[in-house]
């Protein structure tokens, strides 16, 4: 077994560009990686079992005994998109009964860049396309600065957070 995965491990395929963040985290993996991530805890109570459902996987309901798939088609279409996003947000505001976050903790600072760098640090271990990040703080300047018209709702922490945790490249693995 050692030398298989050795050569699984070592391969040119295996560590390739195209390899990097390829299939989509299942919606159990998205509340695992993203409660590690954040250093959250939780009692893993029927409000986050509820939420994990509403993403596509209700634990231990699936009928044929290989398990769920595997494949991005089962976890994401519109619906399971926008419960991903609610999850997101309602982690980071930590409102998920049974599941504490304590976002304040993990932020050394209330400087918007400082922030980012942190959360993105401990969420994607660092690796963030300048594309996701350009937007994020784009909409936290205009939010902060009252351009949208919308009062900010919730802490500059727990959006970038909420943002981070709901972004493309953390939805992957």
Known sequence: ???VLTAILTS???????AFRAKVKSPFEIV???LRSLSAETDGGAPMLGLIMR?????????APT??????????????????MNYSMAL?????????????????????????????????DGNVSHQPQSA????LGELNNGGSGIPLRFPQTTLTAALLIGSPEFQRR
């Open 92 to 124: 980071a505001a930590d409102r998920i009964p049974g599941t504490r976050l304590d976002l304040q903790a993990l932020t050394p600072s209330d400087d918007s860049q400082t922030v980012w760098s942190h959360l993105v640090q401990r969420t994607l």
């Open 12 to 18: 040119r395929e295996f560590n390739s560009r195209e």
């Open 1 to 3: 077994i050692r030398t």
């Open 55 to 63: 993403m596509g996987q209700p634990l231990f309901l699936y009928q």
């Open 136 to 139: 994020v703080m784009k909409s």
């Open 32 to 34: 695992a990686s993203s």
């Open 67 to 84: 398990g769920f798939p595997d494949r991005a088609n089962n976890w994401i279409n519109t619906g399971t998109l926008l419960a991903r």
